[in-house]
């Protein structure tokens, strides 16, 4: 916060897989944006 004058980013990442899925996280780890490219 004291780097961006108090603005809270929250990533937001939406993944959509070969099979017309789609994922939306919210502050995701590595890990699981990992794993919904994957699916």
């Not at 916060?1 to 939406?14: F, I």
């Amino acid at each position: 916060e004291k780097v961006n004058d108090g603005n809270q980013v929250v990533p937001t990442v939406l993944v959509k897989a070969e099979s017309g899925t789609e994922a939306v996280m919210t502050n995701p780890s590595l890990a699981q944006v990992k794993l919904a490219l994957q699916g």
